[in-house]
């Protein structure tokens, strides 16, 4: 398990350097409700020190995360949380996902007659409208789990599910839980007191390699980056490379692994430092690394043989995403079974239970 704190503007002034040195990952709040304002600066309902906690985390290096507080009381202030947390993910990396807390410690769902059942409701709209962001999960307590919500549901829809689960009241979630809130009075070096979180290891890595490109790199001036007039290859071109990159972003190139050393681009950032993405999550290279290339129908017809995946093989998965909802799903083994092929589609699982389909591009062989 990997060790986490999540925090809120409760808990003030914070030593992050502590905190890099003992933990794995912070889950920071970054607002509450629906409020969004014309002026970002000026958000009525957002947490005072997200800011400066997302700051501290990127200048050290912390894995973070985001949640907001649920108030809504109908689909519509659902959507409007969906859209505030969004505008928080639009100008940050948070690559441990965005998260929903449903719960009602201040009473505002009784004293508004918001039905507690109704919540399920309401997580699988923000959840759906944020359909597009790989990452993204439902915390609640154990017993509203239990009592009020359907985690199976909630899962179908791409949610992670993190579990307040301070007590032993049972299994967590029947060990569906990604991540567990294991205690609410754990307390720092400097005696501040913050909740205290576990993660599943696979699940880390997971969120670590679905979100290693940072979507930030969309909204640069291209004007103040590579000329890309320079770049010499497009979408659908089939490429041979030496050197591949854990992101767009990244200066320490990698020797690609025998099999994994061509592809095809599928996305093309023009001004980041490695512009093409293979094979939708296979790594990222620029011109630099490319030693050949053909054209797309070559590609296709090298990638064929290279991705050649049958009924039995053991394979381990590089890009969670299911091929037939292009959502993304949870990882909760190092490798799995393909029980099916067609084509590019391959349906994976353990043993003869079926996880989901994938495209072969986003499995390999082990």
């Known amino acids: 398990m990997k060790k986490g704190i999540d925090i809120s503007r409760h808990q003030g002034e914070l030593d992050f350097d502590y905190i890099a040195a003992n933990f794995d990952y912070v889950i920071i709040r970054c607002a509450y409700g629906n409020d969004l304002s014309e002026d970002d600066s000026e958000c009525g309902q957002c947490d005072s020190m997200a800011q400066t906690y ?11 995360g985001l949640y907001i507080y649920q108030y809504a009381g109908n689909n519509d202030e659902s959507l409007s949380e969906a859209a505030h947390i969004r505008e928080w993910f639009n100008k940050c990396n948070p690559v441990m996902g965005l998260w929903l807390d449903i719960e009602d410690a201040d009473g505002y769902k009784a004293e508004h007659d918001i039905d507690y059942h109704d919540t399920q409701e309401f997580a699988l709209t923000w959840l759906d ?15 509203w789990l239990n009592d009020y919500m359907n985690v199976d549901e909630l899962i179908e829809h791409g949610a992670l599910i993190w579990e307040a689960h301070w007590n032993d009241d ?4 029947e060990d569906k839980f990604a991540m567990s809130q294991e205690s609410s009075d754990y307390y720092l070096a400097d005696g501040t007191r913050v909740d205290y979180d576990i ?16 979507h930030r790199d969309d909204n640069v001036n291209e004007d103040t980056n590579t000329d890309t007039e320079q ?20 200066e320490s190139g990698l020797a690609p692994s025998d099999g994994f050393n061509s592809g095809i681009i599928t996305r093309v950032i023009p001004w980041a430092v490695n ?37 039995g093989d ?3 998965v590089l890009l969670n995403v299911d ?40 499995i390999e062989r082990i």
């Open 54 to 64: 997302i700051d501290e985390c990127e200048k050290r290096g912390i894995q973070y």
């Open 129 to 143: 409208a944020l359909s597009d962001v790989t990452a993204k999960g439902i915390y609640a307590s154990h017993s």
């Open 170 to 173: 049972g299994e967590i979630c």
């Open 199 to 214: 993660m599943r290891d696979e699940v880390y890595d997971m969120l670590t390699r679905a979100n290693e490109y940072d």
């Open 231 to 250: 770049l010499q290859y497009q979408i659908g071109d089939y490429v041979e490379y030496d050197t591949i990159y854990a992101s767009s972003t990244s």
């Open 275 to 311: 512009p093409y993405l293979i094979n939708d999550g296979t790594g990222w290279v620029n011109d630099g690394c490319i030693v050949s290339a053909g054209d797309s129908s070559d590609g296709e017809s090298n990638e064929e043989s290279e991705t050649d995946i049958k009924v």
């Open 314 to 316: 053991k394979v381990r």
């Open 323 to 362: 091929y037939d909802t292009d959502r993304a799903f949870n990882l909760y083994y190092d490798e799995y079974d393909v029980i099916q092929v067609n084509g590019d589609r391959a349906v994976i699982g353990i043993g003869n239970t079926v996880t989901s389909a994938i495209d072969v591009h986003n």
